[in-house]
Each structure stands twice: as structure tokens, then as C-alpha cells.
């Protein structure tokens, strides 16, 4: 504990307790920073009218409301606006410049909606990368020079011994982390797997021994907040 009086060294006063208020509000402000320099990267504005559809329901689907309970557009809410998206581009074939106009309208609907709710997941106390890229959203990169990355590819998958696959994947420069997911049905749905920052050597835990698996893997960072996903052959976990 400090006690009060003057230091010759620095020319300055001691006051008690100064230097643990001072350690602990040091600590604090680190705590902000690092949860502040996590983002979501705010691209969807720049999607065009076909591909912003999938990715809110990608939102809608993955986004847990008892994670984030203070969601500004409700999940169910974020379908709708997609699904309404969805039929003014059907519309727009035949329907002229109204029809043009009607989609404008829900496409900056949607995409506002998404950005309301981004607000809130990086508001989110404990935001980790996993828990970020479980929303379906993608973070932005810290990087001021970031550049789109490559593509990863998988030079190898694996049995690990039971309920386990080895993944193996080319590095990407650049790239903070890689999002790893799998698949039972032919790659119809895709569940998180893993995320991690290791590319050559990633295991995959928790899977079912005699099921059929596909697994995905995309590099996460760079300007464009992710590689493209590419795609294994079918694997029997043991």
C-alpha cells in the first residue's frame, strides 16, 4: 500500500491508494479497449439485392436472443424482412420502376435492421471471436492495409481416434483465425465446429462415431471479414 508523501524521482505526490485505483482502472480501460477492437463488419450494405437475403437468414437462424436479449429486430422479425426482400426481387422482373422503388425499400429495411442489431453484438459484454461468428455475423478487420484474403485449402482430414477428425489446412497470410463448421446431411445445414488460429493442425471433438460428415473451412480477417468456405469430400468418423 502507497503512503502519502513526495517522491523525488518523479516530483510527485504520493496519495494512498492512488496506485491501486490507478492499476485497476488501467485494467478496466485494457477491458474496454480489447472489447471495443472487436467489430462486426458492416458490409451487408454493400451486398447486392440477391445476396443479402441469405445472409439475414443466416442472421436470423444463428443468433441466440439469450446471448444477445437486447436485440433491437427480433430474429423471426429479421426473416420476414428477407423473405419480403426475397419477393420484391421477383417483383421487380415484370413490375417497372415502382416495383424498383419496392425493392430499394426492403433492402435498406433489412440491411438497417442487421446493422441495429450489429450495434448490439458488439455492445455485448464477453463478445469473443466464436461468439461473434456464431451470429452469423462476420468481424471487421483491425487492420488498416487489410486486403481481401485467399482461400485456405485442405491438405488433409482425418480420423483423431473416436469422435474426433484431424483437419489440416494451408495457411493464410493475414488471416486472424479459421471458422471450422460440419455437416450430416450432404451440406443442407452446417453446425460451428470450432474456431481457432492454427491452420495445420485442428481438431474436431464431439462428433458421432459411424455418421457421414462434411466439413467447411473459411480464413477470418482481411478487408472482406472472410475467405470463401471451401469444402472436404465425405468422411465416417470412427
Known sequence: MAVAGYEPRTRHWLVPGAFECGRIQKANNM????????????NFYGYSAKDLPPFGINVAANIDV????????????????????????????????????????????????????????????????????????LPASNNRTSSPLDDTAIQGLFNNGSTQLLLRLATV???????????L????????????????RIVIPNLTPTKTYLVRARAIGGSTGSSAWVVSGSIVCT
Not at 415484370?94 to 429495411?109: E, I, L, M, R, V
Open 66 to 137: 439469450l446471448l444477445f436479449p437486447n436485440l433491437v429486430v427480433p430474429p423471426a422479425q429479421i426473416k420476414i424482412l428477407a423473405d419480403t426482400l426475397t419477393a420484391k426481387i421477383a417483383d421487380r422482373v415484370t413490375g417497372g420502376t415502382p416495383a424498383t422503388a419496392a425493392q430499394n425499400k426492403a433492402f435498406a429495411a433489412l440491411a438497417d435492421a442487421l446493422n441495429s442489431n450489429a450495434n448490439i453484438v458488439e455492445q455485448t459484454d464477453g463478445l469473443d471471436l466464436e461468439m461473434l461468428l456464431n451470429t452469423g455475423y
Open 173 to 183: 497470410r493475414n488471416a486472424g483465425s479459421y471458422q471450422v463448421q460440419v455437416s
Open 185 to 200: 446431411d450432404g451440406g443442407l445445414t452446417w453446425l460451428e465446429a470450432v474456431v481457432t488460429r492454427k491452420a495445420f
Open 31 to 42: 477491458s474496454k479497449i480489447i472489447r471495443a477492437n472487436l467489430k462486426v463488419l458492416r
